[in-house]
């Protein structure tokens, strides 16, 4: 049977031409809403953020790297820059301590036992003293503790007794003083150090050091020397060398070796010791440089590692009449105030050496105070009033109740202004937060 050609046409073709016509528009009309839609997607972010929900803000962390003023990078949002939120909650933090407790920030308490007592808990708990030094040595005294787990375990009880976060901090400079040979074994000297003429050596030494004070608890060390030796009473071997070129390389590399390892380090002894005719630990030296010989060799190690951002600096008890013929430097605020932050700009925390020390209680002496607990008591006032931040307070028990009966009421009565214990409480606080140690809301 034949077929007429329109009826072969439309066996040959499934559906009609209109049909094939709209079969065409149909898949045309799906592949443009494909393409809207992955152009839409692309497009949708930036149309959102005029309105609605933002989207959230990028912002840039601190380094771990330590700085005497901490900051942040501003963030993307055209808003206050996180330094003004970081100032204002440091400040929001001392605004909810007590009294005791803002006090206690600016005490360091000495420690040498052989482990934790009930003798400790009077200065942790009660006055809430936030800093400790640790000694397994001190002043011709046995070795305590003994072993590596006690002065571990001493540490550790010490931080969990204590009702603040503690900086815990001992000297560990390596050479003549060196807290941790007795676990460790000895390590090389400043002196040695820098003898090498490789300052990968003191680098590499610091770093040790932080790794096995961390592994123990400590988290600051009260050391390099940043002195230029040049001939003075203090033990050579201390010292990274006689020019402060040497010193700025081999301090510089030690101080980078601990705070890049996460270990706060201290320059001391401001504003140098390199030509004291006596230690300030056993007399009241007299620096007889003139303030262009200073400029020119003592302060010069200080001013350059600022750079490095130094957790802390030590200010000693050392007369120094090119700029104060009547205060040491501990006491001074000449040359803390003026000098160290006016001159050289250094705004982080100042900590007293001890105030033990033979130096300091020969001076108190001239002053009138012939009874030790007294003389340290004012001078710890002296001190904080001078631009220092934190003192390193005596051992003695009875004496360190009279430093903080004084100092309390030092604050009370407003002799120690509400202005100046806020700045200091300011820079300690910023530095235990870029520790770690303190958290802020």
């Known amino acids: 049977m034949h077929t007429y050609p329109s009826e072969q046409q439309r066996h040959q073709v499934p559906g009609s031409g209109l049909q094939r016509f709209l079969f065409i528009l149909i898949a045309i009309a799906l592949s443009v809403i494909v393409i809207l839609l992955l152009v839409f997607g692309q497009l949708w972010p930036l149309l959102e953020k005029p309105g609605g929900q933002p989207t959230p803000t990028a912002v840039v962390i601190l380094s771990p790297q330590l700085s005497p003023s901490p900051t942040l990078s501003p963030t993307l949002a055209p808003t206050a820059t996180p330094t003004a939120s970081l100032e204002s909650r440091i400040d929001a933090y001392i605004n909810h301590l007590m009294r005791m407790q803002q006090i206690g920030q600016l005490l360091m308490l000495p420690v040498y036992t052989n482990s934790y007592t009930a003798a400790l808990n009077q200065p942790l708990q009660q006055w809430e003293i936030a800093n400790?030094?640790?000694?397994?040595?001190?002043?011709?005294?046995?070795l305590m503790p003994?072993?590596?787990?006690?002065?571990?375990?001493?540490?550790?009880?010490?931080?969990?007794?204590a009702s603040q976060p503690l900086m815990v901090a001992t000297d560990e400079e390596g050479g003549a003083v060196d807290r941790l040979a007795p676990y460790y074994g000895p390590t090389l000297s400043p002196q040695q150090l820098a003898e090498t003429g490789d300052p990968g050596q003191a680098y590499a030494q610091a770093r040790l050091d932080a790794q096995r004070l961390l592994a123990s608890g400590i988290n600051t060390d009260l050391a390099p020397l940043a002195d230029v030796y040049q001939g003075g009473a203090m033990d050579q071997s201390r010292m990274?060398?006689?020019?402060?070129?040497?010193?700025?390389t081999y301090a510089g590399a030690f101080l980078n070796g601990l705070q890049q390892n996460g270990v706060v380090g201290t320059l001391k002894h401001w504003p140098g010791l390199g030509a004291?005719?006596?230690?300030?630990?056993?007399?009241?030296?007299?620096?007889?440089?003139?303030q262009a010989q200073l400029n020119a060799i003592d302060f010069v190690p200080f001013r350059a590692l600022l750079s490095q951002q130094p957790g802390m600096i030590m200010v000693t008890h050392v007369m120094v009449p090119a700029y104060d013929p009547s205060e040491p430097a501990s006491l001074s605020p000449v040359l803390v105030d003026q000098v160290l932050r006016g001159q050289l700009g250094y705004q982080g925390v100042v900590i007293?050496?001890?105030?033990?020390?033979?130096?300091?209680?020969?001076?108190?002496?001239?002053?009138?105070?012939?009874?030790?607990?007294?003389?340290?008591?004012?001078?710890?006032?002296?001190a904080i009033l001078a631009g220092d931040d934190i003192v390193e307070a005596p051992i003695q028990p009875d004496r360190l109740s009279v430093v903080v009966a004084t100092l309390t009421a030092a604050v009370q009565t407003g002799r120690i202004s509400q202005a100046r214990l806020h700045q200091a409480l300011h820079r300690i606080v910023a530095l235990k937060v870029r520790m770690g140690l303190i958290s802020l809301p």
């Open 132 to 142: 400790v030094i640790v000694y397994n040595e001190y002043n011709g005294g046995p």
């Open 146 to 161: 003994t072993t590596l787990s006690g002065w571990t375990q001493l540490v550790h009880n010490l931080k969990l007794h």
């Open 240 to 248: 990274f060398g006689t020019t402060p070129a040497q010193v700025i």
């Open 276 to 290: 004291a005719p006596a230690n300030p630990d056993y007399g009241l030296p007299t620096m007889t440089h003139s």
């Open 352 to 382: 007293t050496d001890a105030m033990n020390g033979g130096g300091l209680l020969q001076f108190m002496q001239q002053q009138g105070y012939s009874d030790p607990a007294q003389a340290i008591a004012e001078a710890t006032v002296r």
